[in-house]
């Protein structure tokens, strides 16, 4: 772990919160910055523990999670680049979150941030849009799992990764990596892993995407899987 010793000249710096601020803001947010790095497969919050730090993800992909009563997990979500996780709580994690992939973060302590806050309003704009954002992220995921069918939903889930890639100047040709499993996909959207196969294929076939070596996923149409995830394929 190191401090982040040089916010102004990072490559993500026009994503997440770090966006709304200037030179001088961003050389007071590195002070009070720890850059951490996540191996694949660890956990770095965990759900109902304390809640003293809040995390920006700099790098790799995140998967959200929700504990059900019979000890299983429920995925909420995936995040990446801009993200910033923990703003939803009150004293404790109302989630868990796990590196899919190595993972890079921005670590505040709840103490920092808070003054930080007080002294930079920009920062507490930026993070009430993040927040809101959350919200519309869960209703969303509400009418995935409630209203579409399987090939919607992994229609939907694919857009989503656009989106999280390009944000809102996505190219009608596409490419995006997959580094979570078929099985978390599966849980994410309420399916089987079997059922996620099956529409993976029907995609291929209906040429909507290309799967190429390792992760990646071609879309050569963005606006018929966009159509298609909407209900209107």
């Known amino acids: ?23 001088k803001e961003l050389e007071r947010l590195s002070r009070a910055a720890v850059k951490v790095t996540v191996p694949a497969g ?6 109902g523990s304390d809640a003293h730090d809040f995390f920006n993800v700099t790098g790799g992909t995140v998967k959200l999670f929700k504990s059900l009563p019979d000890g299983r997990r429920q995925i909420t979500g995936f995040v990446g680049v801009g993200h910033f996780l923990g703003l939803a709580v009150s004293d404790h994690y109302a ?12 670590r505040f302590s709840r103490t920092k941030l808070e003054t930080l806050m007080e002294e930079f309003p920009s920062i507490e704009r930026r993070l009430l849009a993040e927040a809101a954002n959350e919200l519309v992220a869960a209703q969303d995921q509400m009418l995935l799992l409630g209203r579409k069918t399987a090939h919607e939903r992994v229609a939907s889930f694919l857009y989503g990764r ?20 078929r099985a978390d996909i ?3 959207l309420g399916l089987t ?11 291929r076939r209906e040429h909507l995407i290309g799967v190429g ?7 050569p149409s963005v606006s018929r899987l966009e159509a298609i995830g909407s209900g209107d394929g």
């Open 1 to 23: 772990m190191e401090g982040c010793t040089n916010c102004a000249a990072c490559e993500v710096r026009g994503h997440g919160v770090c966006s709304a601020l200037a030179d």
């Open 213 to 219: 070596a390792g992760q990646d996923i071609h879309i």
């Open 186 to 188: 599966a849980d994410f």
């Open 95 to 106: 989630f868990g979150a796990e590196s899919v992939e190595q993972v890079q973060l921005c």
């Open 193 to 203: 892993v079997e059922t996620v196969s099956r529409t993976f294929s029907r995609l």
């Open 162 to 181: 656009l989106v999280e890639k390009y944000g809102e100047h996505i190219p009608p040709v596409a490419d995006i990596l997959l580094p979570m499993t």
């Open 42 to 47: 660890h956990m770095f919050i965990e759900e």
